[in-house]
């Protein structure tokens, strides 16, 4: 087979599941309708790792926190220190989480394999400069360093620090 045409994939790490992954699908897909640039997975300053980040063409950057069930909410109280790391919050969930548990201070998203609905815009704190910066060189690393790996899977590219 072609290289060129080699359908590329990016790899599953195993850690979501079924309903996680789709809503990341669909919460992508509205990201991407509304102009954003999504990176899953990434990595933060924090030691934390981000389900979702979003990077718009203005350099405003959202963070999306996935939650498949009330359990895995009420199971994972991480989220507040994501906020250090963007200007809007977000949660995204699928149709089977009740809204009424997410906190008012955050944007929601419903969302199912296909698409996702913004519910509630989040309120917007402005990052400080050199916060910025560096989210967006992580941001833009992380991505490189994924698209050369499909590009070339078997290369020196491994996890980022």
């Not at 590329?8 to 669909?26: F, I, M, N």
């Not at 220190?81 to 149709?95: G, K, M, P």
């Not at 400080?128 to 790996?149: C, G, N, Q, Y």
Request: with cysteine; hydrophobic share 45%; aromatic share 6%.
């Amino acid at each position: 087979m072609n290289l060129a045409a080699k359908r590329l994939e990016l790899p599953v790490d195993g850690r979501q599941s079924e309903t996680a992954l789709a809503v990341a699908r669909g919460t992508a897909r509205l990201l991407h309708a509304h102009g954003l640039y999504v990176v899953s997975e990434l990595p933060l300053p924090s030691g934390r790792r981000a389900d979702l980040v979003a990077l718009d063409a203005t350099g405003t950057i959202w963070i999306v926190e996935i939650k498949s069930s009330i359990a895995d909410f009420r199971a994972d109280q991480k989220w507040h220190e994501y906020r250090a790391h963007c200007d809007r919050l977000f949660f995204a969930t699928s149709l089977d989480v009740p809204c009424e548990i997410f906190p008012p201070d955050a944007g929601l998203i419903v969302a199912d394999a296909y698409g996702a609905e913004l519910k509630c815009e989040a309120p917007e704190h402005r990052l400080p400069a050199a916060t910025r910066k560096a989210m967006m060189l992580l941001f833009a690393r992380a991505a490189a360093r994924r698209l050369s790996s499909l590009a070339d899977p078997e290369g020196p590219y491994g996890e980022m620090e």
